[in-house]
């Protein structure tokens, strides 16, 4: 099946600097990737969509300026979070669908931020 | 606007005994509904899901749900629980742009 790679699994950082997280689909091109935010205990909450090629865009509520997204390629989508701060610490997963209309998403494995 | 409602956030089984886990679903549209299965500190694995085939869905690991229109349910059940399927549960919608709405989840327990 599809795989999606997501790295690092788990990063922790200084307040005030910036983490990159990658995901990577391994076997097939991701037109579309989604990046989801998860608290403890609690739901996966959508934060934004990046299409290759185009801008994301984003969720109510979420910063643009401090979750940058980059889809610069068919199997590569980087988040960015920009002067981290201890609320941002989560957990971070990435999803990404073959194709425009197709259902079907796969999940990266997410990243555990914490920001000290 | 697509919701889900997941009723019982923890659900404790014995080993051997019937799982059963609620979700409610809300959709203008015909929709896509998604069960996963989430370990601890791991992404999401798709169990199931159903996209206006058959009501009655199989997934992976002995799980099935089957969609219910007339109640708006998409219930996860499996006949038999091992130690094994201890994990957290999600359900969730299909809205445009292939957008997931999740529920809040159900963490299921399993007891010897």
């Not at chain 2, 869905?57 to 006949?79: D, M, Q, R, Y």
């Not at chain 2, 091992?82 to 159900?106: I, P, Q, R, W």
Request: glycine share 8%.
């Amino acid at each position: 099946g599809a795989v999606v790679s997501q790295h690092p699994s788990r990063v922790i950082c200084k307040s005030g600097t910036s983490v990159k997280i990658e995901c990577r689909s391994l076997d097939f091109q991701a037109t579309t990737m989604f990046w989801y935010r998860q608290f403890p205990k609690q739901s996966l909450m959508l934060m934004a969509t990046s299409n290759e090629g185009s801008k994301a865009t984003y969720e109510q509520g979420v910063e643009k300026d401090k979750f940058l997204i980059n889809h610069a390629s068919l199997t590569l989508s980087t988040l960015t979070v920009t002067s981290a701060h201890p609320e941002d610490s989560s957990f971070y997963i990435c999803s990404a669908s073959h194709r425009a209309g197709e259902e079907k998403l796969f999940f990266g494995s997410g990243t555990q931020l914490s920001v000290l | 606007a697509q919701s889900v409602t997941q009723l019982g956030s923890h659900v404790s089984v014995s080993e051997g005994a019937l799982v059963l886990l609620r979700c409610n679903y809300s959709s203008s549209v015909p929709p896509y509904l998604f069960w996963y299965v989430q370990y601890p500190n791991q992404g999401l694995q798709l169990l199931l899901k159903y996209t206006s085939a058959a009501t009655l869905v199989k997934g992976i690991n002995g799980f099935e749900a089957e969609f219910k229109k007339s109640e708006t349910s998409f219930h996860l059940t499996k006949p038999s629980a091992h130690m094994s399927d201890a994990a957290e549960y999600f359900c969730a919608v299909m809205g445009g742009g292939n957008k997931l709405t999740f529920g809040t989840g159900t963490q299921l327990k399993v007891e010897l």
